[in-house]
């Protein structure tokens, strides 16, 4: 018997209006529904949180919430994993333009001093 039931949709915007691509492998992913019935004095439990509020479930509750699954590979990510991917993707993708643009600098300059030489 089911005592109580704990939905967790994640955030609206991010899970449902943003794209996200599959971490390890890029392609799209889509949303999948995830159910699981977990006894609260289980070992189990210690994974979940069995609070609404301030209110603590007893018993077999039913948890469901969201997760990205990939088209292609078929891994699934939480929205939390997510979330500190995309993270992670634009720190990298801010350091390499960084780089790049000094790179490009670092080229000028030895231009100019190889036109001044010449
Ligand atoms: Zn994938």
Not at 13 to 26: A, E, F, I, N, S
Not at 29 to 38: A, D, G, Q, S, T
Not at 64 to 93: H, L, P, S
Request: aromatic letters at 10%; one cysteine or more; proline letters at 2%.
């Amino acid at each position: 018997m089911i005592s109580g039931i704990k939905k967790d949709t994640g955030s609206f915007v991010y899970m449902r209006l943003k794209k996200h691509v599959c971490p390890d492998c890029g392609q799209p992913v889509f949303l999948k529904k995830i159910k699981k019935k977990i006894k609260s004095d289980s070992r189990a439990a210690k994974n979940y949180d069995f609070h609404i509020g301030d209110v603590e479930l007893k018993g077999t509750v039913k948890f469901i919430w969201y997760e990205f699954r990939c088209t292609d590979c078929g891994n699934q990510f939480t929205e939390t994993e997510m979330r500190e991917f995309e993270v992670a993707e634009k720190k990298r993708e801010k350091a390499e333009a960084r780089a790049a643009k000094k790179a490009e600098k670092k080229a000028q300059k030895q231009a100019k001093k190889e036109s001044k030489k010449g």
